[in-house]
């Protein structure tokens, strides 16, 4: 298990020191050790998705330590999503300023219930508006779906985890950390093209990945 601080930077230079403060005060009160600080910098935000950058450092059994719940993401929603991800791949969060909202693995609670309920319930109504949207589109005539003896008669190797990408695609994650969070899973890793080249060809996946681009416009 390795612990790493995580860090989001603010317009001042000043609050980064305050954060990390708070995070080292709070590891030497429990006699924790901080391997590496996560930090999210206006550079970094550019050319990089927050669920990439932790990816990319931790493991199953690892902890994030943050000052704050809204550390973590631009709203509630995305919070929570990032939560409940997280908590899915094994990964605990402690809150220095809010430790009862902590998930961290020797302190479980009902509290990624509750955030998995909220995240749920928004996923719902994002469901219903694609389910809208593809009817609306039938409905001016326009063909969806698979060209017909298109599709393997053994299924794809994506095919199990077709539920797994929507979900992953109805909370705005870059295909990139999708294939980071399925290769997790798979046997056999899959490359991005084989990824990109499942959802352009499913017509709820690839609806789901227009809108996320059109959202990423506006």
């Known amino acids: 298990m390795k612990i790493y601080g995580f860090i989001k930077e603010s317009l001042m230079r000043k609050d980064i020191d305050v954060q990390k403060v708070l995070i080292f005060d709070y590891v030497k009160k429990h006699s924790l050790k901080i ?3 996560i930090e999210m910098t206006s550079i970094t935000r550019k050319g990089s998705d927050i669920i990439d950058i932790i990816l990319n450092k931790l493991n199953i059994g690892d902890i994030i330590i943050v000052t704050e719940l809204t550390r973590l993401g631009k709203n509630l929603l995305q919070v929570l999503n990032l939560l409940e991800l997280l908590t899915q791949e094994g990964i605990g969060i402690i809150f220095v300023k809010q430790p009862e909202l902590s998930t961290d693995l020797k302190n479980r609670n ?3 219930i509750i955030y998995k309920y909220i995240a749920d319930a928004e996923r719902e109504f994002i469901s219903q508006r694609t389910k809208q949207g593809l009817a609306a589109a039938q409905a001016q005539g326009r063909l969806l779906g698979r060209p017909k003896g298109s599709r393997n008669k053994k299924g794809r190797l994506l ?6 990408i929507k979900y992953y695609l109805e909370i705005n994650i870059p295909i990139q950390s999708i294939l980071k969070l399925l290769n997790r899973k798979l046997s056999v ?3 991005y093209n084989a990824l990109k080249y ?7 996946l690839k609806y789901l ?6 959202e990423e416009l506006i």
């Open 209 to 214: 990945k227009k809108k996320e681009t059109v």
């Open 159 to 164: 095919d199990p985890f077709k539920n797994n």
């Open 198 to 204: 499942f959802i352009e060809n499913d017509r709820e």
């Open 189 to 191: 890793p899959v490359s």
């Open 35 to 37: 391997e590496e600080f």
């Open 110 to 112: 009902s509290l990624p």
